[in-house]
């Protein structure tokens, strides 16, 4: 009977061990590239990402690198248009393949996904142009009400940077107000409901492109961040694609047009990285 439970107990072991190689396996196999990839943004940042007003069609930068990179593997790309909040998740949960939004690559968010990293970004405080003669420095921003994306990096970098440079000086802090987009954060200044706003620092030559001139950058760019493009932490393989593509279309010129098509050569990166390394 002893005999008997012992090779019941080694041979259900040996399921077990079996069964746990196949799952083993299983993950570490290499997902096939997809014909088509699921591409998820939120079209309210341009010149990043938004809509043709007579097309409604998707336009910007990151439409334009996301496409290139897409045929690079050949593959075609589906837009999937979703909440700035929610483009995190959407890669989690498997609903995208990969999201642009104008998005930096933070530690906060390689916990949840990694990143393709493929422009360089910094952020600017600007207010409207009737208003600069208020703002001869950066300094002058402490005790205003600046305004910015709430669910950005933007609210606590700015926090950060009032405590540097007004609270330790004996200044008021800045007053955060949280918006709910880049359209929004315009809406409120140009209301004089905030007195100054942040955004990403090649935004801004864009906008007064669209606005007939109509703000102005108060000081120098601050908060220096790469930005990204998500994809899922699970596949690995899929990120390695992207940089080979990436690297692609840097080598054969495509990234060059794109950033000049869009005014933003300024922001150019060298070669593809992910999470900011090699």
């Not at 700015?158 to 880049?182: F, L, M, Y």
């Not at 998500?230 to 690297?247: E, H, I, W, Y």
Request: hydrophobic share 40%; charged share 20%; glycine share 8%.
């Amino acid at each position: 009977m002893a005999g008997l439970c012992l090779q019941r107990a080694i041979a259900a072991v040996a399921a077990v061990a079996l069964l746990a190689h196949s799952y083993a396996a299983h993950a570490q196999t290499p997902q096939p590239l997809k014909s088509t990839l699921i591409a998820g943004t939120t079209p309210k940042y341009p010149p990043f990402e938004s809509k043709d007003p007579e097309t409604d069609k998707m336009i910007g930068f990151d439409i334009d690198i996301v496409e290139a990179i897409a045929a690079k593997m050949g593959s075609k790309v589906e837009w999937q248009e979703t909440n700035f909040d929610q483009l995190l998740s959407s890669i989690t949960t498997q609903r995208t393949d990969l999201i642009v939004g104008g998005m930096a690559d933070t530690p906060e968010r390689e916990a949840s996904i990694s990143f393709l990293d493929y422009l360089k970004l910094g952020s600017v405080f600007y207010t409207l142009k009737t208003q600069a003669s208020n703002f001869p420095s950066m300094a002058a921003l402490c005790g205003k009400k600046v305004g910015t994306a709430r669910r950005t990096i933007w609210p606590a970098a700015i926090a950060t940077w009032s405590n540097e440079h007004c609270v330790r000086q004996g200044k008021p802090a800045i007053v955060v107000i949280g918006t709910d987009g880049s359209p929004d954060t315009r809406l409120q200044l140009n209301q004089n409901r905030v007195d100054a706003a942040v955004q990403g620092a090649p935004t801004l030559p864009y906008q007064n492109k669209m606005e007939n001139d109509r703000y102005v950058q108060i000081g120098t760019p601050f908060l220096p961040q790469l930005m990204g493009m998500g994809f899922s932490k699970t596949n690995p393989a899929f990120g390695v694609a992207l940089q080979k593509a990436f690297n692609g279309i840097i080598a054969d010129g495509t990234y060059h047009k794109i950033l000049v098509k869009w005014g933003l050569e300024g922001s150019a990166v060298d070669k593809a990285t992910i999470n900011g390394k090699q």
